[in-house]
């Protein structure tokens, strides 16, 4: 996507997954959940982009984004079309259960919370090191950065949002905090869940088609990618870049599909702040990042 195009898009994709019409905070679980499936919430259903239904028809081709009321993308998933079922259908309820299930209505989160101590995990190298944990390494980055905090950046690339603004937008909050990268699970594989439909086509598609990872070496692959596109605005050799592993324990610890950023004390482990579910309400988000970080590398977490 052309740099120059970055802020129009910004725009339009900002309002597209504003979820909530009273305010701009980052919103909680049962916020996303009635705006992705207005019928949980007693609303009817409309079929567009990011809404979903029991009943809904399949979603291969759908047009959105407006710009002066004029629809101006047409978003089609043509990898999917050439698997076999169910991936041929397209977008489905039920694909949308397995790859969003946070945001299925009665979901009730049980990520670690603002104080309390963040989970640990095996984390692997993306360049065929030895393997490390998690909290082991968010140390090691402090440490060598004189931080008293760090930033636990679960990526992926294929959300169209995250590679259009939001990894960049997020980054420039930061304020020095360190920041250490951990690929999971493809969040819009091409093959199994084109998401957006933006994967392939629209000024948005991927250079490289990423599909569903099969083996360490497809997600070693896409966090290498991730880590060439992040180092475009953070500078060469600036991203630091592990692995989840492929039973994706540490995604679902901290249920960072289809991304999500923690920033944690470093010393004791303690949750300073996280985003929520991606990507809504992009604003509330900064402004959560931002606050966390406002004293730079300094300042330790409120005691549970």
């Known amino acids: 996507m052309a740099k120059m195009m970055q802020p129009m898009m910004r725009e339009m994709m900002n309002r597209l997954m504003k979820v909530t019409p009273d305010h701009d905070n980052d919103p909680t679980y049962k916020e996303v959940q009635d705006f ?181 070496a497809d997600r070693a692959e896409a966090a290498k990618d991730t880590r060439t596109f992040m180092e475009s605005f953070m500078g060469k050799g600036k991203v630091k870049m592990w692995m989840d592993t492929m039973d994706d324990s540490l995604e679902a610890a901290y249920e960072a599909r289809p991304w999500r950023w923690y920033v944690i004390e470093a010393e004791s482990g303690k949750l300073v702040a996280a985003t929520g579910l991606a990507p809504f309400n992009m604003a509330g988000k900064l402004r959560k990042l931002k606050e966390a970080c406002s004293s730079g590398a300094s300042a330790k977490v409120q005691q549970a």
């Open 36 to 216: 992705m499936v207005p019928k949980s919430s007693g609303h009817p259903f409309v079929d567009a982009p990011g809404t979903f239904d029991k009943e809904m028809v399949p979603r291969m081709t759908e047009e959105g984004m407006t710009m002066m009321g004029v629809k101006v993308m047409r978003m089609s998933r043509v990898e999917m079309a050439k698997q076999e079922a169910p991936h041929n259908k397209g977008i489905t309820w039920e694909k949308f259960a397995e790859h969003r299930g946070y945001a299925c209505p009665g979901f009730e989160p049980k990520h670690p919370k603002e104080g309390e101590a963040v989970p640990d995990g095996k984390i692997l190298s993306v360049d065929g090191g030895e393997p490390s944990t998690l909290l082991a390494e968010a140390k090691k980055l402090a440490a060598a950065s004189g931080s008293a905090k760090v930033a636990i950046c679960f990526d992926a690339i294929t959300c169209p949002f995250f590679r259009a603004y939001a990894a960049e937008d997020m980054f420039k909050v930061m304020n020095g905090v360190p920041m250490l990268h951990v690929y999971i699970r493809e969040a819009e594989p091409c093959d199994i869940f084109d998401a957006g439909g933006m994967h392939c086509v629209t000024p948005l598609k991927m250079k490289r088609h990423i599909p569903w990872h099969k083996t360490e």
